[in-house]
């Protein structure tokens, strides 16, 4: 299966360090591959460095595609964890 769906980011930081860290941890839970694309530029969810070379900010759009065969929990808490401001939005 596959699940794609587009995110605005709500953090005052964009995505940084730990917002990145906590992506990577989530599809890591899943036997599943997700992505991000970002003006252009599809990186692998799991490869720290190069989320944070996307340089995104806040209020950007990003769109994500998840593939796998738990892509479909995957895809749910990636876009609950992105909703809620990965936990820095109060």
Known sequence: MSYT???VIKNQLGIHARTAA???KTVSKYDAEAYILFHGDKV???HLLDIIS???TQNAVIEIN???NEAA???NELQQLIENGFGEIS
Do not use: Y
């Open 5 to 7: 769906f587009e995110a």
């Open 22 to 24: 906590l992506l990577a």
């Open 44 to 46: 692998n969810i799991k």
């Open 54 to 56: 996307l340089s995104i």
């Open 66 to 68: 998840v593939e796998g």
């Open 73 to 75: 929990k995957c895809s």
